[in-house]
């Protein structure tokens, strides 16, 4: 798996950001089964910037802590086959990786929701990775079993890896 992390903030909450990004991002893909190589791209910015973004790609004028653009729209949630059907759309042809889409990440909201939620920033960190990845694998949550299922993969994902609420 290949994790083009930029960080254009600076914002250091004294943990390691591509080290928990890339071992959440490697359980989810691992625990839906994805069968290929993959490549994401995470940006971590300010509450200022994501608001730009949440108010430029969704029309909410507010910030939000992440953002989550995938690639391509999948028939049912991580549902693989039709990646070799569409080969050219979704595999980077430098890498061979199937390239899954973006992530933005607002480090002030996972300082301010780790707060809020009286656990760490790393396990908020961890949070937003795994519920964005989801999203990148054709999950929602815009009814009420779709955000029970959400929930469960991504309490799934933390467990295995320890990351717990605190």
Known sequence: ?????????GLDLGFDYEKTATEVINQVLEEEGCPYEAQVNLLLTS??????????YREVDRPTDVLSFPQVEYESPA????AEEHEMDCFDPDTGELFLG??????DKVKEQAEKYNHSVR?????????????????????????????SRQSAVLEHLGITRD
Do not use: C, Q
């Open 79 to 82: 549902d693989f086959s039709w």
């Open 123 to 151: 396990r908020e960190f961890a949070f937003l990775v795994a519920h964005s990845m989801l999203h990148l694998l054709g999950y929602d949550h815009m009814t009420p079993e779709e955000a029970k299922d959400m929930e």
């Open 102 to 107: 973006d992530i933005v990440i607002s480090l």
């Open 47 to 56: 509450d200022p910037e994501i608001h730009r973004m949440n108010m430029e």
């Open 1 to 9: 798996m290949t994790l083009d992390l930029e960080d254009e903030y």
